[in-house]
């Protein structure tokens, strides 16, 4: 601890300290912001582009993080520069001889330096800890869809190679659709229990109304599945006067 006996020097001091945390205080805004913009397994901004290849997660290639959550090497790869300029080292080196630090790794991804202080360090641990985890989740959201990609339907011999591709690209878009659902609302294979015909049929008018074709094909292979009828019951609304309910079945 020291003391300015110069007024002007103290003043400049203080305004020199305040800046500094105000910069601080921005900074984490950022940072807080990039966490937070992950929050599903399937999120967009804050995390990277899956591989181009379906590696399983024993297979796939890790970043290693000292006392905290490793992350797949694509996530670390877009930062390499800034990975040398902060540490004079590859990340193959780095890699070798046991990886970063959470705090560390966070400053490399976020195109930092590592001048700040103690504070800044614990903020920086638990941002990483928050994000390495969200990103990993995404990864084995991924890995898990592709293992449980259906293979090609068989298609009648004949079938214009138009319409076969026709029926499978819908197919595949009715099932993101149906998956979609899954991690947003919960579901699961509810749609395989009996008693539900005339919600389903209230839900496949209501979708008709809404417009997405996707949600209108999937409600139909839950009454294909069942052997019910699509007709309009007695009492069923008209679908020009259906109007917008909440969100449920395929979404």
């Not at 290693?64 to 790869?77: D, Y």
């Not at 985890?133 to 995404?138: I, K, P, Q």
């Not at 496949?204 to 109304?209: G, S």
């Amino acid at each position: 601890m020291y003391f300015d006996n110069d007024p002007e020097t103290r003043i400049k001091r203080v305004a020199a300290e305040r800046d500094g945390w105000k910069v601080r205080a921005e900074a984490a805004e950022r940072a807080l912001a990039v966490v937070k913009s992950a929050v599903t397994p399937l999120g967009r901004v804050a995390l990277p582009d899956a591989p181009g290849e379906a590696a399983r997660p024993s297979q796939r290639r890790m970043f290693p993080i000292q006392n905290g959550p490793a992350v797949p090497w694509e996530v670390m790869a877009p930062h390499a520069h800034q990975a040398q300029r902060n540490h004079s080292q590859t990340l193959e080196r780095l890699a070798e001889r046991g990886g970063l630090g959470c705090s560390e790794a966070w400053a490399v991804i976020q195109g930092e330096s590592l001048e700040f202080g103690d504070g800044w360090h614990t903020l920086r641990d638990k941002l990483w800890r928050e994000y390495a985890e969200r990103v990993n989740l995404h990864y084995d959201e991924l890995e898990r869809l592709r293992a449980s990609a259906v293979s090609p339907l068989a298609m009648p011999e004949g079938l214009h190679p138009d319409t076969a591709d026709l029926v499978q690209r819908f197919a595949a878009a009715l099932a993101e659709k149906l998956r979609a659902a899954e991690v947003k609302y919960g579901y699961s294979n509810f749609w395989k229990d009996d008693d539900w015909q005339d919600e389903c049929r209230a839900k496949l008018l209501h979708h008709l109304a809404k417009g997405d074709p996707r949600d209108v094909a999937n409600y139909c292979a839950f009454m294909w599945h069942h052997g019910w009828p699509t007709a309009l019951s007695h009492g069923d609304t008209p679908i020009a006067n259906i109007r917008d309910c909440d969100e449920a079945g395929a979404g």
